[in-house]
């Protein structure tokens, strides 16, 4: 079981440093209004990168320390997809890195 939390915790730091690297990592949360979404990945009240850092990586970052158990099902990646089509700015290195969570969380 450690061994899966290592390798969850290494693809947590991967997300991270894609957000950096894309330069979408913010400073600030949103307000507060944002976290009580109902919708899937906040989208109506945050942007899908806001939701990875804000509310995904931090309640992944809090279940390892507490000794939680993790998810057992995860499809983020086709988020990240939709997403970035037709923007500019690639996420192709996050949309990989969500992928290999994806596979680390469902084990497949």
Same mark, same amino acid.
């Given at each position: %079981?450690?061994?899966?939390?290592?390798?969850?915790?290494? #693809?947590?730091?991967?997300?991270?440093?894609?957000?950096?690297?894309?330069?979408?990592?913010?400073?600030?949360?949103?307000?507060? *209004?944002?976290?009580?979404?109902? +919708?899937?990945?906040?989208?109506?009240? %945050?942007?899908?990168?806001?939701?990875?850092?804000?509310?995904?990586?931090?309640? %992944?970052?809090?279940?390892?320390?507490?000794?939680?158990?993790?998810?057992?099902? #995860?499809?983020?990646?086709? %988020?990240?997809?939709? *997403?970035?089509?037709?923007?500019? +700015?690639?996420?192709?290195?996050?949309?990989?890195? $969500?992928?290999?969570?994806?596979? $680390?969380?469902?084990?497949?």
């Amino acid at each position: %079981m450690s061994n899966r939390v290592d390798q969850v915790t290494d #693809s947590l730091l991967r997300i991270e440093i894609e957000l950096r690297r894309i330069d979408v990592w913010e400073a600030s949360p949103p307000p507060e *209004h944002a976290f009580r979404s109902t +919708q899937p990945f906040c989208l109506d009240t %945050m942007e899908f990168t806001q939701w990875l850092q804000f509310v995904f990586l931090q309640k %992944m970052k809090a279940l390892v320390e507490a000794g939680q158990p993790l998810p057992t099902v #995860s499809g983020i990646a086709p %988020m990240a997809e939709e *997403h970035f089509r037709g923007r500019a +700015q690639s996420g192709q290195r996050l949309v990989e890195a $969500l992928e290999e969570m994806d596979r $680390l969380l469902s084990g497949s």
